[in-house]
């Protein structure tokens, strides 16, 4: 949609954010050369956590130090080397990685414009429960699942559900007409961005179009809920935070 005269689909409020791909502004990230870096969504916005899309020109790479944060990388489409530690491989399109807090990491030999997701957070550490280890995956393997049975809309689990790890990270896809079977109110924050198709997302009172690229963040509490429409289905990746004290 052309964004002329002024208008926009976007909209930033207390408790939600709809950000479009007309919006992005590039910004420096130490780390990151020979890229575009779009923070999208971060502290500054009221979240908990970040998340950027990188886009790679030639040359281009990310090489990020230790540090008390974790990181979860999703390549939307080119191919690169990313190494976490020791632990080093290849990814290209619909693959990801996971690099836990107080591990360095890299995307290095990366193929021009290259696109990906990172999100970002401080980990909380639980108890009695060792650190989450380094993991390289591709999508393509995880299996699907009826979302409460429902076989129009299908969830793919990327991280393990272990007290472990402080973040989840998955992918949601429906076939036109899926949709959440009912408005979700919870205590964990969302990070989205959508990976094909196109639908509408209600976030508390106000109803959205949304399309490849769109991004949404949910902050705790935020009244959701989302249809697929159109005659594709529909997609996207979503973070969220789990698995730690209420208070």
């Known amino acids: 949609m052309p964004e002329l005269f002024g208008h926009t689909r976007a909209r930033v409020a207390a408790r939600h954010a709809l950000l479009t791909p007309h919006n992005h502004v590039g910004s420096a990230v130490p780390g990151i050369t020979g890229a575009t870096a779009v923070v999208l969504i971060?502290?500054?916005?009221?979240?908990?956590?970040?998340?950027?899309?990188?886009?790679?020109?030639?040359?281009?790479?990310?090489?990020?130090?230790?540090?008390?944060?974790?990181?979860?990388?999703?390549l939307h489409g080119g191919a690169a080397t990313v190494s976490i530690g020791a632990q080093k491989g290849k990814v290209s399109a619909g693959w990801y990685f996971y690099a836990p807090a107080g591990s360095a990491w890299s995307l290095t030999d990366v193929a021009p414009d290259t696109r990906v997701t990172l999100f970002q957070k401080k980990y909380v550490p639980l108890a009695g429960t060792p650190a989450p280890a380094a993991i390289i995956a591709d999508s393509a393997l995880v299996p699907g699942t009826p979302f409460l049975g429902d076989p129009a809309a299908n969830l793919q689990v990327?991280?393990?559900?272990?007290?472990?790890?402080?973040?989840?990270?998955?992918?949601?896809?429906?076939?036109?007409?899926?949709?959440?079977?009912?408005?979700?109110?919870?205590?964990?924050?969302?990070?989205?961005?959508?990976?094909?198709?196109?639908?509408?997302?209600?976030?508390?009172?106000?109803?959205?179009?949304?399309e490849q690229g769109d991004v949404i963040w949910m902050g705790p509490f935020c009244p959701q809920w989302f249809v697929a429409m159109g005659k594709t289905p529909a997609s996207y990746l979503y973070y969220k935070d789990v698995n730690r004290a209420a208070l």
Do not use: C
Request: hydrophobic share 45%; net charge negative.
């Open 42 to 74: 971060n502290e500054a916005m009221g979240a908990k956590f970040a998340q950027l899309l990188v886009t790679f020109q030639a040359g281009g790479q990310a090489v990020l130090p230790a540090g008390a944060g974790q990181t979860f990388g999703y």
């Open 158 to 210: 990327l991280l393990p559900d272990s007290p472990a790890f402080d973040l989840a990270v998955n992918v949601f896809a429906y076939q036109p007409g899926g949709h959440l079977p009912f408005v979700e109110i919870h205590v964990m924050e969302h990070g989205l961005i959508m990976l094909g198709g196109q639908g509408v997302y209600r976030l508390e009172d106000s109803w959205y179009p949304v």
